[in-house]
């Protein structure tokens, strides 16, 4: 299994601004993920975050708007650039490795752009 | 329609009945996963089924995975008032490496009141 820690859990942010939200794991993990849950929806897959190397990143959304950093198999940052309204959802982070029966999703950063 | 399209979007039952939340998709899958989210929060993994797989039981939970039809059922028995949350059923991709069948595409999940 997997412990999955997230930093902020939420944050309200004004527009324009930038919000870089943490992800930690309790081990050593071969995949992470980010993902977004606006308002209402269901999840979305962001990218991809891979140690060593850029971010795989998913139709629609850009490495300029979401910076992914990646230092080692246990943490990962996601920033969130320029922030508008629009960007106001939940961001997952997310994991898995070989060995492990599920993916292990975090709790959750609740942003609020105004 | 996007990948993973479940029904109903809202289901509200009264405590002990049974409850049944249908998923659709679209695309080859590795395998088909439900979860469940509690008031936005994050996501608790309930159950996988692999492709080769017809059903599969965990507790009260049931589901059924139709690859011909490309469909998934999440049967919950005798329902509480704490199953109240939106369930999600995704899917991992089909081919690729064993990482990138790990990237989910999730349905829009049915959100499940149970009244005590």
């Known amino acids: 299994s997997a412990v999955i820690s997230q930093k902020p859990s939420r944050d309200i942010c004004q527009r324009g601004t930038s919000l870089t939200i943490q992800c930690q794991v309790d081990?050593?993990?071969?995949?992470m993920f980010w993902y977004r849950q606006q308002p209402g929806q269901s999840l979305t897959l962001i990218a991809t975050?891979?140690?060593?190397?850029?971010?795989?990143?998913e139709s629609g959304f850009v490495i300029d708007k979401f910076p992914i950093s990646r230092p080692n198999l246990t943490f990962s940052t996601l920033t969130v650039s320029n922030m508008s309204p629009e960007d106001s959802s939940i961001y997952l982070c997310?994991?898995?490795?070989?060995?492990?029966?599920?993916?292990?999703f975090g709790p959750g950063t609740r942003l609020t752009v105004t | 329609s996007q990948q993973g399209e479940e029904d109903p979007q809202a289901l509200s039952i009264q405590e002990g009945e049974n409850a049944t939340m249908n998923c659709s998709y679209k695309?080859?899958?590795?395998?088909l996963q439900w979860y469940r989210q509690n008031s936005g929060r994050g996501l608790v993994h309930l159950i996988l089924?692999?492709?080769?797989?017809r059903e599969k039981h965990s507790g009260r939970l049931r589901v059924t995975l139709d690859t011909s039809k490309k469909s998934s059922s999440l049967l919950i028995t005798a329902s509480r008032a704490a199953d109240t949350a939106s369930y999600f059923c995704?899917?991992?991709?089909?081919?690729?490496?064993?990482?990138?069948?790990?990237?989910?595409?999730f349905g829009s999940g049915t959100q499940l009141t149970v009244l005590p």
């Open positions: 089924i692999r492709s080769n797989e």
């Open positions: 995704a899917t991992g991709r089909f081919g690729g490496t064993s990482g990138s069948a790990r990237q989910l595409t």
């Open positions: 695309t080859s899958i590795n395998n």
């Open positions: 975050a891979n140690q060593g190397s850029e971010a795989t990143y």
């Open positions: 081990s050593q993990v071969t995949m």
């Open positions: 997310s994991v898995w490795d070989r060995g492990m029966y599920e993916q292990y």
